[in-house]
Nanobody, 122 residues
Framework: QVQLVESGGGLVQPGGSLRLSCTSS????????VGWFRQTPRNEREAVWC????????SDLLSVKGRFTISRDNANNTVYLQMNNLKPEDSAAYFC???????????????WGRGTLVTVFS
């Protein structure tokens, strides 16, 4: 059983950085694809970044490319989302998911965390 827990959210000013962490309190994550999604205040769900078990990464969200990166540390059973140069439009609830492969539709992932809130304000 995979139970995902996110951490690292908070309040930050524009241009600031945060690093989100996703860990599992159950099975290890090393053989799962892990995807980060965000739910915006407009109730839109966006696929942010995903990383495969082999470490390949993928994102279709142009607005975060060059600013956000995803990585995994299998020794610590953690997947990170490093977010730099944050903008107010990045404000959202960020949650991680795990599944057999990356998918832009969160409903196709098998396990979800509860999320962590990121607020970017001036």
């Amino acid at each position: 059983q995979v139970q995902l827990v996110e951490s690292g959210g908070g309040l930050v000013q524009p241009g600031g950085s945060l690093r989100l962490s996703c860990t599992s309190s159950g099975s290890t994550l090393d053989h799962y694809a892990v995807g980060w999604f965000r739910q915006t205040p407009r109730n839109e769900r966006e696929a942010v970044w995903c990383i495969t078990p082999s470490g390949a990464t993928t994102s279709d969200l142009l607005s975060v490319k060059g600013r956000f990166t995803i990585s995994r540390d299998n020794a610590n059973n953690t997947v990170y989302l490093q977010m730099n140069n944050l903008k107010p439009e990045d404000s959202a609830a960020y949650f991680c998911t795990a599944g057999n492969k990356c998918d832009i539709d969160a409903y196709n992932m098998d396990y979800w965390g509860r999320g962590t809130l990121v607020t970017v304000f001036s």
